[in-house]
């Protein structure tokens, strides 16, 4: 078992800055592949970042050059630094972890990037 708790979501004008954190405990050595998702109300959740297997990180396109995805292995936490926010950055911000036997979620953190 994994357990994920993310934190640092708010509200923020368009522009700002956060930055969100997400804490692993638990079986994290079985940890392969790590990720930021998100969900805006009346869409799909999508993939914002991810650290894979082989230590490379990706980005959505809506994101490059804005968010960066980053991990302390001393804490076991990573976060999402995101810059330059835009009203459509509005959504429920999830950590994930990848496992050999399942997927493991935060239960999300609410980003509002609005005036």
């Known amino acids: 078992q994994v357990q994920l708790v993310e934190s640092g979501g708010g509200l923020v004008q368009p522009g700002g800055s956060l930055r969100l954190s997400c804490a692993a405990s638990?079986?994290?050595?079985?940890?392969?592949?790590v990720g930021w998702y998100r969900q805006a109300p009346g869409k799909q959740r999508e993939l914002v970042a991810a650290?894979?297997?082989?230590?490379?990180?990706h980005y959505a396109d809506s994101v490059k050059g804005r968010f960066t995805f980053s991990r302390d292995n001393a804490v076991n936490t990573v976060y999402l630094q995101m810059n330059s926010l835009k009203p459509e950055d509005t959504a429920v911000y999830y950590c994930?972890?990848?496992?050999?036997?399942?997927?493991?979620w935060g239960q999300g953190t609410q980003v509002t990037v609005s005036s």
């Open positions: 650290i894979t297997s082989d230590g490379k990180t």
């Open positions: 638990g079986s994290i050595f079985n940890i392969y592949a």
């Open positions: 994930n972890a990848d496992t050999p036997q399942e997927a493991y």
